[in-house]
């Protein structure tokens, strides 16, 4: 069972940044692929980001591309979301998923993959 709690999300204008952290209770956390989605009221859960368990390969959904980084520290047990440039239409709860993974290179986009995930950490952004 893994654990997953997301922090570093607020209110910030447009054009802003944010920051946000996913910390994951298990001590095998190089063997597992991460993930970011968003949930804005009304709509589905989305992708956003992904990143596999070695950091080597990273995926972003369309509209994040060049203003989001993902990443990992694996001896933090912690994935981060770097997200700047950011537009109202980013408003949502970010959600920090987890799934096993022995794949070096492999990413995943769909939520079915995922086991495990976090409550989530809102984000806000005014115009």
């Known amino acids: 069972q893994v654990q997953l709690v997301e922090s570093g999300g607020g209110l910030v204008q447009a054009g802003g940044s944010l920051r946000l952290s996913c910390a994951a209770s298990t001590r095998t956390f190089n063997n597992y692929a991460m993930g970011w989605f968003r949930q804005a009221p009304g709509k589905v859960r989305e992708f956003v980001a992904a990143?596999?368990?070695?950091?080597?390969?990273?995926f972003y959904t369309d509209s994040v591309k060049g203003r989001f980084s993902i990443s990992r520290g694996n001896a933090k047990n912690t994935v981060y979301l770097q997200m700047n440039s950011l537009k109202p239409e980013d408003t949502a709860v970010y959600y920090c998923?987890?799934?096993?993974?022995?794949?070096?290179?492999?990413?995943?986009?769909?939520?079915?993959?995922?086991?495990?995930w976090g409550q989530g950490t809102q984000v806000t952004v005014s115009s």
């Open positions: 998923a987890a799934r096993s993974s022995s794949r070096r290179t492999v990413v995943h986009t769909s939520r079915d993959d995922y086991n495990y």
């Open positions: 990143i596999s368990w070695s950091g080597d390969s990273t």
